[in-house]
């Protein structure tokens, strides 16, 4: 019980509260998350309330579009060391942070 994994921290909500989150933070509705993962509205609240689970093809769109690792949206595992939030930021501005980040890894 509360027994820390090599890969960090563990948050004790489930994959579904941490789904719901990531919309929230996102400023998206249930429809609106729906839209941008080409699914619908029903399958999203149905992934939501956890009688169903998101497919792979799901999970994989969710971290890459939210930046969150798979360990952190299906386990919750926080590498809190080597993570940076970029919620909010636009692509153009990640792009620049990659670019940036690659530029420190080659100095």
Known sequence: KGAKTAG????????????????????????????KFHTNKSTWSR????????????VEQICQEWHVSADYLLF?????????????????QIHMVKELVNDLRRS
């Open 8 to 35: 960090g921290p563990k948050d004790q909500m489930t994959i579904q509260e941490r789904i719901k989150e990531l919309r929230c933070k996102n400023r998206l509705t249930q429809e609106g998350a729906a839209l």
């Open 76 to 92: 919750g595992e926080k590498d809190t060391e080597n993570q940076v939030d970029l919620s909010g930021l636009s692509f153009s």
């Open 47 to 58: 992934i939501e309330s956890g009688e169903r689970a998101p497919s792979l093809q799901l």
